[in-house]
């Protein structure tokens, strides 16, 4: 009993959703390549097309048609991850959502916790960088509530001078880099994070305002590129790819255990694709 109970696509859909709610970085880049991800290994491609050309026109003169040229990158879907747990009664959890929601709730916190630390660690592939402003991994910025302003201003200005689109401009920091921002008393940044929604339909959590053209999130999977040195990524949502699928949940029956289990895979992979838009600060915490 139990196991014909248990009905994989509607905990593969509420196991989605919570997953969809607890992404800080992967909600934040581009997921229009997931398309059918079925196995590890699995590839998205993703079709570019270079520069257009602006000539200049004269009259009766004929025009100068440009042949696109058009580029094809390759995101791999390398990455797998699996859980797995033991339930008393399926039919238990089935009659009583609780169980298997809060179940559920974790896998999926635990997931994107995992998803979250390997987007982070993208940084390296930033297109722009400042060792003089913005630091390195040897000779990082200390950053104070006196200069956090400046700092910020420095990601603002290079990646404008990089001809990054103003919109959709992401920046995600640390909960110490938060607290400086606060004490810099800067307009329209929280002390409390909350879920929030954007305009183009994505969601994330950890946002907690916006700052000189940025969205600013926290997160405490800013990855550290060297002992107290934070690297934080500044990027619009077009810098880095990101699939990821729910493949696989089932109840299974246990041998030698008088109970049942169930497991669930999750496949994903990521691709930083335009550099040129990703920013990374080389920062550490003063106590100022």
């Not at 060792?131 to 990082?140: D, P, R």
């Not at 909960?175 to 929604?197: D, M, N, R, Y």
């Not at 700052?211 to 999130?217: D, P």
């Amino acid at each position: 009993m139990g196991l014909e109970n248990f009905i994989p696509t509607i905990w593969s859909s509420k196991l989605f959703v919570r997953l969809q709610k607890a992404l800080v970085f992967a909600s934040l880049v581009d997921r229009q390549y997931e398309g059918e991800i079925r196995n590890v290994g699995d590839s998205v491609k993703i079709n570019e097309i270079g520069k257009i050309s602006v000539n200049d026109y004269t009259k009766y003169e004929a025009i100068t048609w440009q042949k696109l040229d058009s580029a094809q990158k390759i995101l791999t879907i390398d990455q797998a991850k699996s859980f797995s747990f033991t339930i008393d009664d399926i039919d238990t959890a089935q009659m009583n959502p609780k169980i298997m929601n809060a179940a559920m709730t974790e896998a999926a916190y635990e997931i994107a916790d995992v998803v979250d630390q390997y987007i982070a660690s993208f940084y390296k592939d930033a297109g722009i960088t400042n060792t003089a402003n913005m630091g390195s991994v040897a000779t990082a910025v200390t950053v104070t509530s006196g200069s956090v302003i400046k700092v910020l201003s420095f990601a603002s200005r290079y990646m404008s001078e990089n001809n990054v689109p103003q919109a959709n401009r992401f920046i995600v920091v640390p909960p110490w880099f938060h607290q400086k921002l606060l004490l810099a008393e800067i307009g329209g940044i929280s002390a409390t994070a909350v879920p929030k929604v954007f305009d183009d339909g994505a969601m994330t959590s950890g946002y907690i305002g916006d700052a000189l053209g940025f969205r600013v999130i926290v997160s405490n999977n800013v990855a550290e590129a060297a002992t107290g040195v934070s690297a934080i990524m500044a990027f619009n949502n077009t810098a880095i790819a990101y699939a990821g699928q729910i493949s696989k949940i089932e109840a299974v029956k246990r041998e030698s255990y008088f109970d049942q289990g169930v497991k669930g895979l999750y496949l994903y992979g990521a691709k930083v694709v335009r550099p040129e838009a990703l920013c990374t600060l080389y920062l550490k915490e003063d106590s100022e």
